[in-house]
Every structure is written in structure tokens, then in C-alpha cells.
């Protein structure tokens, strides 16, 4: 069965730093996601990307965040600077439509800010 | 705003039925899906309701009541491997991105 792919499992990073989240969604989905997911707490969501723009952010996807799709196949999230806050789960999710549609979800990054 | 309840902690037996309940309040609905969640795992997609009614797919069957704005999610012939934390999510229009209940863990004991 198709899935989605998320590299690294596990990244490090000193605060302040630059960070790069890589997902490969499924091939024949249409919309990509990220979510995040603070240790104990609640999956929330980030954003969601279609046809090579945003469709919709969260609060949370302030202007440290961005989303890119550099060629077919990946889709990427960055932190510009990272803060202690950031440290969390971070899942990449994909759908053939929006909406009504399940999301196949990766088995994230584990993001941990020192 | 959108909220959506769940019962924190559930324990049940191996080879018991658990039902999971989850309430919400959304600025709209497109539909109501339940994911299990392993820890440190990703989110794997269990069930789908749109409609007022009962969907059974195996083990799992899920709810809907949409004027209650109530779903359960139902769990037969439990077994150990079924300890997961159980999430509801709503999609609240077509074209908006799911939101989450804070998930119910459930432990299953021999």
C-alpha cells in the first residue's frame, strides 16, 4: 500500500537555527498538509498546500514558517528560527481530494530544539 | 470556534467491547473521521462518517449523530495490540482541514 514518507525521523537543532521537514506525499494525491504534535498534546494543524500555493494556515504557520514543493514528488517544511517552543512531532499528511477525504499521514519527524 | 471532546483515559479487558465517545462543536460539517494513534507513532486512518448511522468495518465500528453533534467509535473482541490512543477528527467544510479532539488513550489489560 502506497504511504507517506517523512526524512529524518529525528532531527537536533540549536535554537535559532534553520530547519528543512522533507515529505514525500502519495504519488496520486492532490492536497498536502503539515501537522504538528506537542509531546502529550493534541494533533493541530499547520497548513495545507494544493496546486503549488497554500490553501489554508493556522496561527500557528507564523511568518518563521514556509512550505515549498521543489519538484514532483516533495513537499518540505521549514523554520527559519527555531525556538524551544518548536520541539514536537511534526506529520506530513496527503489526500487525493480535500475535506471529505481520509489523510494518509507519515510517520513524522521528531523535531527537538536545544 | 471549533471544539471537540473526548474522554481522556479508557480501560478495558482483552476480549471486552469498548465504545469511545466523542462530542463536537464545529462551525460546520463535512464528515467525522476516527485515527488510531500508536505512541510516537503516526496517525493511521480507522473510519468515515458523513451520514446519521452505523459503519462497521471489522472490529471497528463507528457512529454519527449529526443534530447531537455525537459519534462513538466501537471496539469488539479487544486485544492487546488495540493500547493506542483513539482520535477524533471533523472536517468542518468541504475545503477546510480536519480538526482534532485531544484523543482518548486506551489501555486494553489481560
Known amino acids: 500500500e502506497p504511504e507517506v514518507t517523512q526524512t529524518p525521523s529525528h532531527q537536533v537543532t540549536q535554537m535559532g537555527q534553520e530547519v528543512i521537514l522533507r515529505c514525500v506525499p502519495i504519488s496520486n494525491h492532490l492536497y498536502f498538509y503539515w501537522y504538528r504534535q506537542i509531546l502529550g498534546q493534541k494533533v493541530e494543524f499547520l497548513v495545507s498546500?494544493?496546486?503549488?500555493?497554500?490553501?489554508?494556515k493556522s496561527e500557528i504557520f507564523d511568518d518563521q514558517f514556509s512550505v515549498e514543493r521543489p519538484d514532483g514528488s516533495n513537499f518540505t517544511l521549514k523554520i527559519r528560527s527555531t525556538k524551544l517552543e518548536d520541539s514536537a512531532m511534526y506529520f506530513c499528511a496527503s489526500s487525493v481530494y480535500q475535506g471529505n477525504q481520509p489523510q494518509h499521514f507519515g510517520d513524522g519527524t521528531r523535531l527537538s530544539i536545544l | 470556534g471549533q471544539n471537540i471532546d473526548q474522554p481522556t483515559e479508557m480501560t478495558a479487558t482483552e476480549g471486552a467491547i469498548v465504545q469511545i465517545n466523542c462530542t463536537y462543536q464545529t462551525s460546520g460539517f463535512n464528515g467525522l473521521f476516527w485515527y488510531q494513534q500508536h505512541a510516537g507513532e503516526a496517525p493511521t486512518f480507522l473510519s468515515y462518517?458523513?451520514?446519521?448511522g452505523l459503519e462497521e468495518k471489522g472490529r471497528f465500528s463507528s457512529f454519527l449523530s449529526r443534530s447531537k453533534g455525537y459519534s462513538y467509535l466501537l471496539l469488539k473482541e479487544l486485544q492487546m495490540k488495540d493500547s493506542a490512543s483513539y482520535l477524533c477528527?471533523?472536517?468542518?467544510?468541504?475545503?477546510?482541514?480536519?480538526?482534532f479532539g485531544p484523543g482518548t488513550r486506551l489501555s486494553v489489560l489481560p
Open positions: 498546500f494544493y496546486n503549488n500555493e497554500i490553501s489554508e
Open positions: 462518517n458523513v451520514l446519521d
Open positions: 477528527a471533523v472536517s468542518p467544510n468541504y475545503g477546510q482541514n480536519f480538526v
